[in-house]
């Protein structure tokens, strides 16, 4: 054989001789607030109709056993949530997942550290905790997690490296946080004991700002109050009514109906609306977080006046002034 002719057959046999390896996948169910895990196409379909997402490879696992491999068990919680370990024991409350592949029990050059990371997510209008564990084989994807609620963490094994799926930052099913609604509006929460404060604008924050207050009944889940946009005779007042979808698998929504109180006419008058139209939108949660620019204001907005307040006092100006016009 001449040096070209050997150069595939060469090729072939260092493909014959490395170790088989397969991709361990992770999957996030935004509605359950966990993960799991797979590294087979049925299992990723068979966790889908489940509800859950596919998110992409987090690390490569060596799929036969061989010399320095320990075989990667998976458990699953009666809570929901998945435990990788290279231990066949049976951990409290769990079922066996069988084995998902082998990882090295020792670092070596070439493998990545396998990190788990737990967390307990507060539950205080669904009730209880969601208990979760994530595993990720990217550094920065643990310093990540940390921000997000996820610690404890720790070293399963070793595997081969692959590019990282994104990680799901979780969106808990509480108020506060930042929303989107239907078109291009952009809203923002808080609560502060069972009063919320929401902030909203449409498009950008050169434009009109509303501001609304609410109080929240017993159980947290439904919210009424007024809220307002724009200053002094220019004021429009608006009811609204939040109720917090529970139910939601896809992640939190909430259900807010507005119905349409006043706003003022060119001449000066306020008119008031006797029966106005419902009007129904869903806000859909889109991270815990808000931004520093709408956070400065949604926290200015706890120091105006409660907008309801403005809003009887509107009427008893404009009525004692001849300016009050009802439809």
């Known amino acids: 054989l001449s040096p070209d002719e050997s150069q595939p057959l060469m090729r072939q046999t260092a493909q014959a001789e490395a170790p088989a390896t397969q991709k361990l996948v992770r999957l996030y169910n935004p509605g359950r607030l966990q993960h799991a895990y797979a590294t087979d196409p049925a299992t990723v379909r068979s966790w889908e109709a489940q509800g859950f997402i596919l998110q992409g490879p987090i690390a490569r696992l060596w799929s036969q056993e061989r010399q320095g491999l320990k075989p990667l068990w998976a458990f699953l919680h009666q809570e929901g949530y998945t435990i990788l370990q290279t231990s066949a ?3 409290p409350g769990c079922r066996s997942l069988g084995i998902m592949g082998y990882v090295r029990a020792q670092a070596q050059a070439g493998a990545r550290p396998l990190v788990g990371l737990a967390a307990n997510f507060l539950e205080p ?10 595993y990720t084989s990217g550094t920065a994807q643990v310093e990540e997690a940390k921000h997000e609620g996820y610690s404890q963490a720790k070293t399963v094994g070793y595997a081969l490296p692959v590019k990282q799926a994104p990680l799901s930052k979780p969106v808990l099913y509480t108020w506060s946080g930042s929303w989107r609604g239907e078109g291009w509006g952009r809203f923002f929460l808080e609560r502060r004991g069972q009063v919320l404060y929401m902030f909203w604008y449409y498009a950008n924050l050169k434009g009109p700002h509303f501001y609304g207050r609410y109080q929240l009944d017993p159980g947290g889940r439904s919210a009424q109050g007024i809220a307002v946009s724009g200053k002094g005779n220019q004021a429009r007042y608006y009811r609204h009514r939040l109720d917090f979808d529970l139910g939601a698998r896809s992640g939190p929504r909430v259900r807010l109906t507005s119905w349409r109180l006043a706003a003022p006419l060119d001449d000066g008058r306020l008119v008031v609306f006797k029966n106005p139209r419902p009007i129904r939108t869903e806000l859909i ?3 815990q977080s808000i931004p520093s620019q709408e956070a400065s204001l949604l926290s200015r907005s706890r120091s105006r006046p409660d907008p309801r307040v403005v809003y009887d006092k ?4 404009a009525r004692a002034q001849g300016r009050l016009l009802e439809r």
């Not at 209008?125 to 994530?134: I, N, V």
């Not at 509107?314 to 100006?317: E, S």
């Open 89 to 91: 024991n049976l951990p």
């Open 125 to 134: 209008l669904r009730g209880g905790m969601s208990p979760d564990m994530l």
């Open 285 to 287: 949660k889109s991270s």
């Open 314 to 317: 509107a009427l008893a100006q």
